[in-house]
């Protein structure tokens, strides 16, 4: 036994190397850029190929997929991406996980495991710590710490299939969408469920319309807005979507634009007073501090074949737009400079879903 017993320290140290290699991947291609934007490409559905892209800026190089070679992937259906200070944390949902990279170099640091009956759908982070995941399936809002890396027991019931989720504060909302026309008649569907985080508890729901998929609120005029999307039981009520402007705190309800609304995803310009969205012809906005109709902000030229799927703005205002084209191929990013509306493209993986800068 003594023999054996000699050896227990080499073991030791062997496999604390071994767990200290697999805490940190690095990606193969190695990043040089300091500043750019990640891609997260959903994939397919039970295809397990989402992929996480890096485009480097200025000069416009993409790393196409920052695991490729590393042995791991990303997984099931990347469906969320929200980056805090320097980790970026990716929701993918088929696999039950959210993967942390640290944004500077892509690499890899670890993974918040879900329990198996969750299906993740989008992050909120309150603060440093906690962060907030909407479970589609689950009609809950699951809590996570951010920097163990590990989900907390505190669970919170809302509407059925909760999608968009947002903080203002004390105040967080969930976007309770139905799941279009499959729960459209469940309590609770089409409506907002408002959480107070110190009474831990939901205290109040308030109407929308039909399919409400994304919330977002806007800091400078302490305002709350509403997506809903078009669903095909309400065609004869000629129901295109919309957006809904509600007062904060109050959550009263102020305006509607009704709009023919293609995609989840929104964004605001650089000074908060233009939201953007998808629309059948491209890219809209509604200036929220007049009342113009929403106008068309960059049109699409080939509709029929791009289909333009994620929007985002960056600090110097250039539009970047997700094409996820036939959403069976791999796809491209667009970025088009404010200034002068040149486009410069960049090739990704299939369904480029959400853009995070850093």
Known sequence: ??????????????????SCNESIVRP????????????????????????????ELPD?????????????????VGNDMVRLGDTLYVVVSG????ECFRASTAQWIGRIRLQQNRYPRQLCIVNDTLGLVTDLYGDAVTTIHL??????????????APEGIAAFGDMVVVANSGYGDYRAHEPKA??????????????????????????????????????????????RKDSIGG????????LQRLRTWRAPITGYDVAWTPTADTLLFLGPQGIWGIAVADVRAPFLVWKNPQPDYDHWYTLAVDAEGSLWIGNARTFTVAGEVLRVWRETGQVQRFAVGINPGTIAFF
């Not at 054996?4 to 071994?18: F, K």
């Not at 993409?62 to 997984?75: E, F, K, Q, R």
């Not at 609120?217 to 669903?231: D, E, G, K, S, T």
Request: proline fraction near 7%; hydrophobic fraction near 45%.
């Open 60 to 76: 416009g190089a993409v790393i196409p997929d920052v695991l490729a070679g590393t042995g791991l992937s990303l997984g099931d």
């Open 243 to 250: 957006v809904v402007e509600y007062a904060v705190p109050s």
């Open 28 to 55: 193969i291609a190695e990043p040089k850029a300091q500043h750019g934007a990640y891609v997260l490409c959903e994939g397919l559905w039970g295809h397990s190929n989402a992929t996480l892209a890096r485009i």
């Open 147 to 160: 920097r163990r890396l590990e989900e907390l027991p505190q669970r919170y019931t809302v509407g059925p």
């Open 1 to 18: 036994m003594s023999q054996y017993r000699s050896l227990l320290p080499i073991l030791l140290a062997v496999l604390g190397c071994w």
């Open 95 to 98: 696999s039950r996980s959210i």
């Open 190 to 235: 089409g409506t907002l469920s408002v959480l107070s985080l110190s009474q831990q508890r939901e205290i109040a729901t308030v109407p929308v319309g039909p399919n409400v998929v994304t919330v977002t609120f806007n800091p400078v005029r302490q305002r709350l807005y509403a997506i809903y999307l078009h669903v095909p039981s309400a065609w």
